[in-house]
């Protein structure tokens, strides 16, 4: 029985790394994936999925339109898949979340999400939310923070390295603009301490 899954973590732990993984696992054995990634994110390129440790691959893109039941019925239909992996599933909208579990359910392709839980002012994203609701199989990647401790939050910073305490939920960067931090680290942080 195909099941949807959400793998979560703070920025820097490596989701991307492990999704690019588990497709060439696939791959290795024949089998194929559909890998997606958010229109948003075009740090290594436009329909690129890459990860910090250089492992790079193609994807569709998705943005809030896209019909994810359509997208992957069509794709499925020209070369049969064994598993659809959603890069930045946080900027998943709660239709897609939604249809991605149809895509479990009813058409029996297991889908692998990886994303972010909260952004950078402790807040849930809609898509992590949603998926944290309904996901079968929920996993949390670890990261640490400066103290040895997991890191479970993220502040973003401005090009002076100044913390961001307000300003809009969506920023795309990487290492030059979020830190990731356990939660005492982040509350201080944000308390200005």
């Known amino acids: 029985m195909a099941k949807l899954y959400f793998s979560y973590a703070a920025m820097n732990a490596g989701k991307s790394t492990i999704l690019l993984q588990a497709s060439h696992n696939y791959r290795e054995r024949g089998m194929s994936t559909l890998l997606l990634t958010a229109r948003l994110d075009d740090r290594v390129g436009a329909g690129r999925i890459g990860s910090r440790i250089g492992l790079e691959s193609t994807a569709f893109v998705f943005d809030g ?49 990886y994303g972010l839980r909260t952004d ?56 030059e603009r979020y830190i990731s931090l356990c939660r005492r680290h982040w509350v201080e942080t944000m308390a200005g301490a």
């Open 65 to 113: 339109d896209t019909d994810m039941t359509a997208l992957v019925a069509a794709e499925n239909a020209s070369t049969p898949l064994a598993c659809v992996m959603v890069d930045e599933a946080q900027f998943l909208t709660d239709t897609q979340v939604w249809q991605l579990a149809g895509i479990a359910d009813e058409m029996g392709i297991p889908v692998m999400c």
């Open 120 to 175: 950078f002012q402790g807040n849930m994203f809609p898509g992590s939310a949603r998926l944290l609701a309904i996901a079968d199989v929920l996993r949390e990647i670890r990261t640490i923070c400066h103290c040895g401790r997991k890191a479970t939050m993220v502040v973003r910073q401005d090009d002076e390295g100044r913390v961001i305490r307000e300003g809009a939920q969506v920023e795309i960067g990487g290492n």
